[in-house]
Nanobody
Framework: QVQVVESGGGLVQPGGSLRLSCVVSDSIFNLDAVGWYRQAPGEQRELIAR???????YYRNSVKGRFSISRDTVKNTVYLQMNNLKPEDTAVYYC?????????WGQGTQVTVSS
């Protein structure tokens, strides 16, 4: 079992920035990948960024150039730096740790982009 805890969400104005953190209870090197997802009201949960153990990165087209995923292997933490936020980025953001065939989700953190 891997515990996953997200933090860093909040209310921000359009054009602002936030950094989300995802702390996992296992070494990042014991995981296959960590991904950030988001789910807006009435919408399906979607993958927006992902980082593998081998440092292969994935970004959804809608966040490319604005969001950046990174990791701190000492702190077992994966970050999502979000810049130039837009109202359409408003959602609950979830972190998922992947290990073998198992997926471990956090509880989510709310991001609201509004003036």
């Amino acid at each position: 079992q891997v515990q996953v805890v997200e933090s860093g969400g909040g209310l921000v104005q359009p054009g602002g920035s936030l950094r989300l953190s995802c702390v996992v209870s296992d070494s990042i090197f014991n995981l296959d990948a960590v991904g950030w997802y988001r789910q807006a009201p009435g919408e399906q949960r979607e993958l927006i960024a992902r980082i593998t153990t081998g440092y292969t990165l994935y970004y959804r087209n809608s966040v490319k150039g604005r969001f950046s995923i990174s990791r701190d292997t000492v702190k077992n933490t994966v970050y999502l730096q979000m810049n130039n936020l837009k109202p359409e980025d408003t959602a609950v953001y979830y972190c998922k740790a992947e290990r073998s065939r198992d997926n471990y989700w956090g509880q989510g953190t709310q991001v609201t982009v509004s003036s």
